[in-house]
């Protein structure tokens, strides 16, 4: 009947160096920001400060520590180094034979010589976040901030209150845009803490394909803090694929908030692969009736990799449909996190939610905390969730071995397979197959 | 919403039939809580020295702790020293010896629940402990029972027959320091049932407490203590009723079995206290915990549950699978209509080998009734090839009630297998369409289709509970399909 609380005094929250390196950053960027931006930073730290590091005591964070996170000492960049990552680098990290639009962000801000923009003719604007608050204003004050609730999420809060550059992309009503746009956020620094902040613009029955990819070249410990928010009109179809291989000494933490108007399709995918933290929250607000969602996840661990994921699906309107496959593949010492919420609200009358989280623990010492949970304050509605714990098919890897396949490769071929369900769902197909490639490397590993 | 299922509204609103207050003489200590209100229950009840000491400790501890907020329900603050914490029928001193000597208006009062404690009781065959407000009044079949050597009394008669068994074993699921309302009831339990059954014994009946609230402003703080020696079995059934009155009374009970190597214990419970009104003024907090310990190998706790009653119910009967091979089940109905607000489900921890246990829970809600099932599976590192199945599902009648699902599952153990499904629905139009075109009426198809969505969990269910438990489920619907 109890809950057992943490038997850790909660720690001690060392915000100083948070709010000293704020009131700095706000003198320098006093001279260039709008009123409006100066504005939404203040609201954004002083909620941080309200707010503190969440501790295992709040219910979000119950099965996750955000301590390392708090006592990483805060160092934002405010200004990339040029030539920090040469073209050698690139190719090394985008995907071959990928057709698309790339937008590269050193240390979270656009290096537009690294970048590489197609020629379109739709009138789509997409660049550099601190470029738009500059030119595009208006556009920018109307959304900035309006998803991401950094009144209670204290990570969102203290991105909030360094809004400096990230992604900014607008697609304009009735535009399609063929190729993906692929966002490639680099870490080169190490000891640092990069907050890149981005606004994805849908219009009304626009479509666009968005590529969130975080990889590092720094080999040493630093902490990306990004906040992306995402906005689709009327009938406006979006493929959102966020991909996470940062480095295996990084901290990485999340949040996605999405906001959908009246039959738009949302198609998300979140892929988790590297750091040694990773907390990813995705929320969906289906604002509108008629609203079609995808919520599709794949999280590897191995070693004493720790991998959380929050996602809500709030179903505000009624007729919307949402549904959710998590898969969770944890090896060595690490630990998953997975809490799916579905909030059905008082008039989401006809709704339609899925939801389901599986998970295979490969190893004695993996652990797996796995909560989906369903609020309902409707009645004509079909929800349902189902999650799994387990481990490999032990009649699987024996039919397999008794046709002449190893163990090991029968092994492997059982995880492939439990992976690619999530991974089949991804459209741009040179970007799977490199995501299939680099789990197989990830498998093929002594420690996994 | 259409106008065939307008009647499923009518079905709910019915009455409540346990209503009544019974005037008897009693015998209270004044509201308010100190260590000298728990000196005094103790004295009144001539408790050793060691329950006492135990009593005293619970409440110091508890004076440390803080009334827990997290369950998803909402109600007034509770004053603690507005509660009266002993309450018993008055009695001769030397209190009564057989049945004939019991107080015949208390007689009544259980005639009138349904509760056969005279001689006819024989037919029924159940042993039956009748707990009215704070104290046990009358037990039977204790001579029957005593020749096999089971014994089942009020605790009260424990602790002064048996102290050896109760400080052995009390507190050994459910410590004093285990939460706020565990703690509270162990300082101030007044009575209680107390089971013990021996080395290899079956007990030949069902084992049945009824408790009855029935003085105003009173809290009802039973304790139950369930041992099953190796290889035993019971099977215990639990009964609650109390008036309706306007203000709320809580009810804060503390329920431990403990099972040895291959014994059984089988609990049920049917709980139907008073849910208030429809504007949701007066009812019972039910805020009881209960734990079962899988102490022994090859044991089973299985716990079976049909809540109807009280304004709000937060209870999570529990298993603790410690012994390799235990089996740990919980199955639940539970309904809340008008305002009522169920926070209930059940924590399965395995520890030991081989260890399996299954969950299913079955909400309804109804009128503006707030119904979250709320669960753990933890699965420790010990706990190789465990296995778990929980499916939980809700049913909502009517567009302004809610039904919430908080499942938490923990595997430490890479052999572990848990499997968890919930679904939410409610009664489809085409279903009842499909009824009323073979010549049944609305209220009949929609007690058809929640007697069967329900299935699962009667038929675990004693034989003349199940009956019990599917006429009060329609009762407490009637009128409430929507």
Redesign the interface.
């Known amino acids: 009947m109890t809950r057992t609380l943490p038997t850790t005094p909660a720690e001690p929250r060392p915000l100083e160096a948070h709010l000293a390196a704020y009131e700095a950053f706000e003198r320098s960027a006093t001279e260039t920001s709008p009123p409006w931006l100066r504005a939404l930073r203040t609201s954004g730290i002083s909620y941080f400060a309200e707010l503190g590091f969440p501790t295992t005591e709040h219910e979000e964070w119950r099965f996750t520590n955000a301590a390392p996170l708090a006592q990483f000492p805060f160092k934002p960049v405010h200004r990339a180094l040029r030539n920090a990552v040469t073209a050698a680098d690139l190719a090394r990290i985008t995907f071959g034979g990928l057709r698309a639009c790339r937008l590269v962000f050193v240390d979270g801000h656009f290096d537009m010589a690294l970048s590489e923009l197609l020629p379109h003719s739709t009138g789509a604007v997409m660049g550099s976040l601190a470029a738009a608050i500059e030119r595009r204003g208006d556009l920018v004050e109307a959304r900035l901030g309006r998803a991401a609730h950094h009144e209670s999420n204290a990570f969102a809060a203290l991105n909030t209150a360094f809004i400096q550059d990230g992604a900014f992309i607008h697609v304009p009503p009735r535009a399609v845009l063929e190729a993906p746009i692929h966002l490639l956020f680099i870490a080169t620094k190490p000891g640092t803490v990069n907050q890149p902040r981005n606004l994805i613009i849908a219009e009304e029955r626009s479509q666009v394909r968005v590529i969130e990819d975080y990889v590092s070249l720094a080999g040493s410990a630093y902490f990306t803090n990004a906040v992306t928010e995402i906005f689709t009109g009327q009938d406006a179809a979006i493929e959102h694929l966020k991909i996470q291989r940062e480095g295996t000494a990084a901290f990485h933490v999340a949040t996605i908030e999405a906001h959908h108007q009246r039959q738009s399709r949302v198609l998300s995918h979140s892929i988790s692969l590297g750091a040694r933290f990773a907390r990813n929250d995705i929320n969906l607000r289906l604002d509108g009736e008629g609203c079609e969602s995808v919520l599709n996840g794949l999280f590897l661990a191995t070693g004493d990799q720790v991998v959380d994921h929050h996602t809500i699906a709030d179903h505000a309107r009624p007729h919307c449909a949402s549904h959710e496959f998590y898969h969770g593949i944890l090896g060595g010492r690490a630990k998953g996190v997975f809490n799916g919420k579905i909030y059905v609200r008082k008039d989401a009358q006809k709704t339609d939610a899925k939801q389901t989280n599986k998970n295979l623990l490969l190893s004695d010492e993996a652990s797996i905390n796995t909560k989906p949970q369903l609020e309902i304050f409707a009645d004509d509605v079909k929800c349902t969730h189902g999650a799994t714990v387990g481990q490999l098919d032990d009649q699987a890897i024996f039919y397999l071995r008794s046709r002449g396949i190893g163990e090991e490769l029968a092994r492997q071929m059982l995880i492939k397979a439990f992976a690619s369900t999530v991974l089949n769902r991804i459209t741009v197909e040179p970007v799977r197959e490199e995501l299939e490639r680099l789990l197989e490397e990830r498998l093929a590993q002594p420690n996994a | 919403m259409n106008t065939t299922l307008d009647p499923i509204e009518n079905l709910v609103q019915s009455d409540y039939k346990y209503g009544f207050v019974t005037e008897v003489e009693t015998d209270s200590v004044p509201p308010g809580l100190n260590e000298d209100t728990i000196r005094l229950i103790s004295a009144k009840k001539h408790e050793p020295d060691f329950m006492l000491e135990w009593r005293l400790r619970a409440y110091r501890h508890w004076l440390t702790m803080t009334e827990?907020k997290?369950a998803n329900v909402h109600y007034n603050p509770i004053d603690y020293q507005s509660i009266v914490y002993y309450s018993a029928p008055k009695r001769n001193a030397n209190g009564p010896k057989s049945l004939e000597e019991v107080d015949p208006k208390l007689l009544e009062t259980y005639e009138r629940l349904g509760i056969p404690l005279h001689e006819r009781a024989k037919l029924a065959g159940v042993a039956v402990d009748a707990v009215f407000d704070s104290v046990s009044v009358a037990t039977t079949f204790k001579e029957k029972l005593g020749e096999m050597g089971v014994l089942f009394c009020s605790f009260s008669d424990a602790v002064l027959n048996h102290p050896d068994l109760v400080k052995k074993y009390l507190g050994s699921v459910v410590p004093y320091t285990?939460?706020?309302?565990?703690t509270l009831n162990s300082a101030v339990f007044s009575d209680g049932s107390f089971c013990y059954i021996p080395k290899g014994v079956r007990c030949p009946m069902e084992l049945s407490t009824y408790f009855r609230i029935n003085a105003a402003n009173t809290g009802q703080f039973e304790r139950t203590l369930i041992i099953a020696e190796e290889g035993a079995y019971v099977s215990y059934l639990e009964g609650c009723t109390a008036p309706m009155r306007d203000e709320n009374q809580l009810h804060a009970a503390v329920v431990e079995l403990l099972a040895l190597d291959r014994a059984q214990i089988k609990y049920s419970t049917v709980q139907n206290w008073y849910p208030g009104d429809a504007e949701g003024r007066g009812g019972i907090y039910n805020f009881?915990?209960?734990?079962g310990l899988c102490k022994g190998r090859h044991s089973k706790i299985s716990w079976t549950q049909v809540e109807t009653g009280s304004a709000i119910t937060?209870?999570?009967p529990?298993c603790v699978l410690l012994g390799d091979n235990s089996v740990g089940e919980f199955y639940s109905v539970a309904v809340t209509n008008n305002r009522q607000q169920a926070d209930t489900g059940t924590k399965m921890i395995h520890i030991g080998k081989n260890t399996s246990s299954t969950i299913v829970s079955k909400g309804i809600s109804a009128g503006h009734g707030q119904n979250s099932y709320r669960g753990m599976v933890k699965?420790q590192?010990s706990a190789a090839q465990a296995r778990n199945f929980s499916q939980c599902d809700?049913l909502?009648?009517?567009?302004k009630?809610?039904?919430?699902?908080?499942?938490?599952?923990?595997?430490?153990?890479?052999?572990?297998?848990?499997?968890?499904?919930?679904?939410?629905?409610?009664i489809g139009e085409d279903q009842i369409f499909y009824c009323n075109q073979r010549g049944l009426a609305t209220q009949d198809a929609v007690n058809m289709i929640v007697n069967g969505y329900c299935k699962e969990v009667f038929k675990q269910l004693p034989m003349e509970f199940a009956v019990e438990a599917q006429k009060l489920l329609g009762v407490s619907l009637d009128g409430s399909v929507?």
């Not at chain 2, 285990?178 to 565990?182: K, L």
């Not at chain 2, 009881?288 to 734990?291: A, E, I, L, S």
């Not at chain 2, 909502?396 to 567009?399: A, C, F, Q, S």
């Open positions: 827990p997290w285990d939460n706020f309302f565990a009881v915990t209960k734990r937060w209870k999570y529990s699965v590192k809700s909502l009648l009517g567009d009630c809610g039904a919430h699902t908080f499942p938490y599952l923990e595997v430490k153990n890479p052999t572990a297998r848990v499997e968890h499904e919930a679904t939410t629905s409610k929507g």
